[in-house]
């Protein structure tokens, strides 16, 4: 099934200041994706697009992690599945959780280490855990399709590992951007190099040399 | 060029001082009193000698006062929350900017001649104009709070589901400020409807004060004054709805259905120009009487009331910009050390929680009838708001080591050049309240439009008060415009989350 389809498109600021252009390419459910390149090279922009662009049950991990500061964990974890529920029965859990949905929320949570956080303010958090709360709202929404934007940069490598596994069980679709190469190449089975607001290539990570990867990255 | 050139923030300031000082020659500021003096000095040793009276009477228009208030700002706040979601609609813009522009003693005039001097006149004299407040706050919080949870929320959630999870826990901590500090106002509003015949406190003030007993009335503004500063402490979320139920349950609400005929003689009869009301007349003649009835109103009353609420208006805000530059000082870390702060902050506490009616109604007393009250009052109360926001807003600053320490210089070389573009953004703000103030104190004796509205009303004229009241509003609505207007020329705003 085709998730995305883009056809010489242009994203960005006004038609006039396109972030990314020049772009050709289809994502078809099933795969997992990489998007690789410098920051500033257009990653962000065009995943915030494709989230918005993808017609599937779709879940979003944006890089700013999307916390409701003045929420419980519990009920920034519950957010992902609003669109499950009626608006009373939301508005019941805002108030006061149901305990089934406490036993739910809580298991996603045992993934993650962060069980015993499940009524704590976001804002109470490290920055490895609040991550993780993003984490879980996506894997508790259990989306066809996952846009994460550098999921793990605040995770030390046990905890980045065990999380790439989960979200890419959880999703059928992956498309995620990556700043460890090495991370990139070992989950996904296509990469997508940006640069500059182009796609640079976008290959299978074994046709790709380490030449083909310095070229992204010119100044380092 | 020798020397340099005022920013514009100083050019709207000098303006202001230079149009208050061409206006002095043609405003009436004499104080009329023989021996005003005398007076003062018995109020004075009244007010050190604080009596109560009677206890029953004291608690029932206590309860009067509190449950009005937050009756009328619960109902305000709900309306004005819905409202404040529709707050695109130009429609909903320009109906609130209509509603909040009458002044809550107008409206109270209003109801009067619905329900009364019944509890529903007060709650809907505090709801309708707070409500349309509420709408307009609501909104602009809304649009300066960002909310990043709004990004991530499933899209095909319903959008009340997305405005519970993703919005509100964003936006409410900023409501809850913004709606305590207007139950605050409630509480003045609540107090002053006293005037115009509910049981208030303000009632008892009132007869206190005419009858000299300076000594409940000086009980009874600590008692205000102590209802006012504990506003936080006894309006928790539990007890707010407890509140509201009293209030629905005690308070003595009267029988309404007997009532709709005043409603509807007052919108098929009462309203409708005079000259119009006699059906035996040709069309030609009553349109010959109408132009003659409203170039009669337009003469004595409209021009000449419209004219002096500007004049106390321009005065009043000349001197509120005065005395909040005097007074901000006071209450600034930078400025001045903390056992004078104390002070400043208890004397501006005080001068803030007494309404603006109230200091006219004390100083008129004293002086006599004429605009100097009124343009003190408005000064007095509106320059200790100021003074306390800016002063607050100057403990932001930080001074570099080697600022001057001399505190003059200070003042002027430091902390002043950069509180003064805030100050003069409160300064614009409150001048819409201060005109709705001002037509206001007409019900006082002073010339201004409210003297005549009153006038109509206690003549059971509505056709005239009515029209004078959209004057009124109208004269609001403009100063609001150019209030805009002027703050964007000198590029002057106020920072977030401070309620003006």
């Known amino acids: 099934m085709l998730i995305a389809r883009f056809q010489d498109g242009a994203i960005g600021y006004g038609t006039n200041h396109p972030v990314l252009s020049g772009l050709n390419l289809e994502i078809r459910s099933g795969e997992k994706i990489a998007i690789i390149g410098e920051s500033g090279a257009g990653k962000s922009t065009f995943l915030h697009h494709l989230y918005k662009k993808s017609a599937s049950r779709a879940a979003l991990i944006p890089q700013t992690l999307g916390l409701a500061d003045n929420l419980s964990v519990f009920h920034n974890i519950y957010m992902g599945r609003l669109d499950d529920h009626s608006f009373l029965s939301n508005l019941r859990n805002l108030i006061s959780p149901a305990k089934r949905r406490v036993s739910e929320i809580r298991s996603t949570l045992e993934h993650l280490e962060l069980e015993d956080k499940t009524f704590a303010r976001p804002t109470r958090l490290s920055g490895g855990q609040r991550q993780r709360v993003a984490i879980g709202r996506a894997l508790y929404r259990g989306a066809d399709v996952l846009v994460a934007d550098e999921p793990c940069s605040a995770l030390d490598d046990r905890q980045s590992a065990r999380v790439m596994t989960l979200l890419t069980s959880s999703s ?14 070992h989950f996904a089975d296509r990469v997508i190099g940006l640069k500059d607001g182009k796609v640079h290539f976008d290959a299978p990570p074994g046709d790709l040399s380490d030449r083909d990867i310095q070229a992204l990255y010119p100044n380092a | 060029m020798t020397h340099p050139q005022p920013s514009r923030p100083t050019l709207v300031g000098l303006g202001v001082l230079a149009l208050a000082i061409a206006l002095v ?67 909903i813009r320009v109906m609130c900017s209509v509603l909040r522009s009458v002044h809550e003693l107008f409206w109270a005039l209003i109801f009067l001649q619905f329900f009364g001097p019944s509890p529903m006149t007060g709650l809907l ?32 959630s319903r959008w ?32 002053i409807l006293g ?64 009532e709709v005929t005043n409603v509807v003689r007052f919108f098929t009869e009462d309203i409708v120009p005079a000259p119009l009301r006699d059906s035996g007349q040709t069309l030609p003649e009553a349109m010959g009487a109408l132009w003659f009835w409203l170039g009669d109103l337009w003469t004595y009353q409209v021009v000449p009331g419209a004219l002096s609420t500007i004049l106390v208006t321009m005065l009043a805000l000349a001197l509120t910009g005065a005395l909040a530059l005097v007074l901000f000082p006071a209450v600034s870390p930078l ?49 200790a708001i100021i003074g306390h926001l800016v002063g607050r807003h100057t403990e932001q600053f930080s001074l570099r080591l080697d600022a001057p320490r001399r505190r003059l ?26 005109m709705r103030e001002t037509a206001v104190f007409g019900m006082l004796g002073v010339a201004t439009l409210g003297f005549f509205i009153d006038s109509a009303f206690s003549e059971l004229r509505m056709d005239r008060a009515i029209l004078l009241i959209a004057v009124t509003a109208a004269l609001n609505i403009g100063v609001d415009i150019l209030s805009r ?16």
């Open chain 2, 160 to 191: 009340a589901s997305g405005y519970l999870y993703a919005r509100l826990p964003d936006l409410w901590p900023h409501f809850k400020i913004y709606s305590l500090y207007r139950l605050e106002c409630g509480l003045r509003s609540s107090a």
């Open chain 2, 409 to 434: 210089d200070k003042y002027f070389y430091e902390v002043l050049p950069r509180a003064y573009p805030q100050l003069l953004a409160y300064l614009f703000y409150r001048w819409e309240v201060i």
């Open chain 1, 172 to 185: 059928d679709t992956c498309i995620m951007a990556l700043h460890d190469v090495s991370a990139a190449r």
């Open chain 2, 25 to 91: 020659p043609f405003s009436d500021l004499e104080v009329i009193a023989t021996d005003p003096w005398a007076e003062i000095r018995r109020f004075g040793a009244g007010f050190l000698a604080p009596g109560f009276p009677d206890a029953a009477e004291l608690a029932a228009s206590l309860a009067y006062t509190i449950g009005i208030a937050i009756l009328g700002v619960v109902a305000a706040g709900l309306v004005g929350f819905l409202l404040s979601t529709l707050f695109r609609s130009r429609f």
């Open chain 2, 485 to 500: 207007r002027i703050r964007r020329y000198a590029r002057v705003s106020i920072t977030a989350d401070t309620p003006a």
């Open chain 2, 335 to 383: 400025l001045t050390a903390k056992p004078g702060r104390f002070a400043g902050n208890a004397g501006l506490v005080i001068l803030r929680s007494t309404p603006e009616y109230l200091l006219a109604f004390m100083l008129l007393q004293f002086w006599g009838p004429s605009m100097l009250p009124a343009v003190v009052a408005l000064a007095l109360h509106n320059g």
């Open chain 2, 125 to 156: 004299a505090i709801a309708v104009p707070y409500a349309a407040i509420f709408a307009k706050v609501y909104a602009e919080i809304a649009e300066e709070t960002p909310s990043p949870s709004a990004q991530v929320i499933p899209r095909k």
């Open chain 2, 195 to 258: 005037f115009v015949g509910l049981p208030t406190l303000g009632y008892h003030l009132e007869s206190a004060f005419l009858e000299g007993r300076y000594s409940e009335v000086s009980g009874l503004l600590i008692l205000f004054y102590l209802l006012i500063a504990t506003v936080r402490y006894w309006a928790r979320p539990i007890t707010i709805p407890l509140l509201c139920l009293a209030g629905l349950a005690l308070l003595p609400w009267g029988n309404y259905a007997l």
